[in-house]
């Protein structure tokens, strides 16, 4: 979810059920950092794997979507644990990957697929556009049609 919907580690750790309408597949983002939230269309995937994770009962205080395995909210630091398990599985531990790096993977994908800036603006809440420049900057696809073979 991280990945599909550009979130930051706060977005995720703080993500309460009352935020998603699994049956209607809608996430309701709300973002940090003075952020703008929006409506995120959650895919069948992740439908199916929220509802398992609803029926396993592991709810924190506050109905937190994800928590740890005694039931606490998940915290920034046991994501990252997540993230370090997950990349040297992988063989990646040795490129020190971040939990904040799938939200700029979103941006460089988005960008990279052909997506309008100021879509991709939207998707990832930035208020200002100079924040998701970084993304299409780095765009090989970026002059995609300025001349004609």
């Excluded at 709300?30 to 592991?58: F, I, M, P």
């Excluded at 990646?92 to 941006?107: D, K, P, V």
Aim: proline share 2%; with cysteine; hydrophobic share 35%.
């Amino acid at each position: 979810m991280m990945f599909s919907h550009g979130l930051r580690v706060r977005e995720v750790t703080e993500l309460r059920w009352k935020q998603l309408e699994v049956d209607n597949r809608v996430l309701h983002v709300v973002r940090k950092k003075n952020g703008r939230g929006g409506d995120h269309r959650l895919s069948g995937c992740e439908v199916r794997a929220l509802r398992k994770l609803r029926r396993r009962e592991l709810h924190g205080p506050e109905d937190f979507v994800f928590c740890s395995e005694r039931g606490a909210a998940l915290t920034p630091r046991g994501v990252q644990q997540i993230v370090d398990r997950v990349a040297k599985r992988a063989g990646l531990a040795s490129l020190n990957i971040h939990a904040h790096m799938f939200r700029h993977s979103t941006g460089y994908y988005l960008s990279d697929c052909g997506a309008d800036l100021r879509v991709i603006q939207d998707f990832l809440g930035h208020r200002e556009i100079r924040h998701t420049m970084r993304y299409v900057a780095l765009s090989p696809r970026r002059f995609d049609g300025l001349w004609d073979d």
